[in-house]
């Protein structure tokens, strides 16, 4: 079951009564898991850019679900390496990247299954 996003400030993120001081992957199963930003830091030195290696972190997160939604920050500041987008495309994953206030109705609406990646600050 597809929890639901109740909403998003600057630092957290509230999803299913439950709130997160912290960037979460949502997986298709409902858990909530921290983000592994240390991933893409180490590449790119930020977290603010998706490394092939977070993308393919993900994608195991996301147990046959053939989208990946990302809510790209409170003022939509992550986007997604090169590298990360070829990595989801060779895998056949859609990538929806929205500021993360307004893909949470995204996810809220969204029918079928999907991971999600929610950064909450920038």
Known sequence: MKPHIDGTRFGSITVDGTVFNHDVIIRPDGRVKKRKKKLSRAVYGTSHTISRQEARYVYKQAAGADRLIVGSGQDGNVTLSPEAAAYLKRKNCRVRLVPTPKVTNV???????AVGLFHVTC
């Open 107 to 113: 996810w809220n609406r969204m029918k079928g299954t």
